[in-house]
């Protein structure tokens, strides 16, 4: 079944630990991508991977670092959280044509605290 | 830059009634359209999707859409709703799948029995 897999799925954390939120697609897409979704404002993208190696700032990248070593992993980090970080994320995957129909994971509920 | 609005935050509807649900965008070029559903604690769903051709497209659930150029717009359409259909209805536009590609802020639509 073709899916964008995050984890996790709900987590509470502190102000400034570091956490990791991984997602995973079983598509061989080459286009990765991380969104958040605050009440109001929809979803804004945080960072864009066209490949392997290849990541881009979206339009709300502060705060969040992304790694793509794998065609099928793109985690988001965040370094230092701060509860202006509390959101819903989710990850995204896309085959490399234009237009293409984007696959959602089904979220992450991050509070900051 | 690119912009999407849906003017109407929320909008509340009976079942059995018809609904439409406004979209209205900027874009330079030429734009591929799209309309995801998200089910309260779900990710996104796509329900259609408009690249190029009949302007009028077909979707899943019931859903219909129609690109008007001139309008700059592509409004959701259902002839009758369903209590199952209350959920938040997003409209996105982009060319490529990772740059660009620009969500609106959403509405939420609840039903009445």
């Known amino acids: 079944e073709a899916q964008v897999t995050q984890n996790p799925r709900y987590l509470i954390t502190v102000t400034g630990k570091k956490l990791t939120v991984t997602c995973s697609q079983n598509m061989n897409h080459e286009y990765m991508s991380w969104y958040r979704q605050d009440p109001g404002l929809g979803l804004r993208q945080i960072y864009y991977s066209m490949n392997v190696e290849v990541t881009d700032k979206g339009d709300v990248p502060e705060g969040y670092k992304v790694s793509r070593k794998e065609k099928r992993n793109f985690p988001l980090i965040l370094e230092s959280p701060s509860p202006n970080q509390t959101s819903l994320y989710f990850c995204?995957?896309?085959?490399?044509?234009?237009?293409?129909?984007?696959?959602f994971g089904e979220g992450s509920w991050l509070t900051v605290v | 830059a690119q912009s999407v609005t849906q003017p109407d935050i929320h909008i509340t509807v009976s079942e059995g009634a018809s609904l439409e649900l406004r979209c209205n965008y900027s874009?330079?070029?030429?734009?591929?359209l799209f309309w995801y559903v998200q089910s309260p604690g779900q990710g996104l769903q796509l329900l259609l999707k408009y690249f190029s051709g009949d302007t009028l497209v077909q979707g899943i659930k019931g859903f219909e859409a129609e690109f008007k150029r001139s309008q700059s717009s592509f409004n959701l359409r259902k002839p009758s709703v369903h209590w199952s259909d209350a959920a938040e209805y997003f409209c996105a536009v982009g060319a490529h799948y990772g740059q660009n590609f620009v969500f609106g802020p959403g509405t939420r639509l609840s039903v009445l029995p």
């Open positions: 995204a995957s896309s085959p490399g044509d234009s237009g293409n129909t984007i696959y």
């Open positions: 874009y330079g070029a030429t734009p591929y």
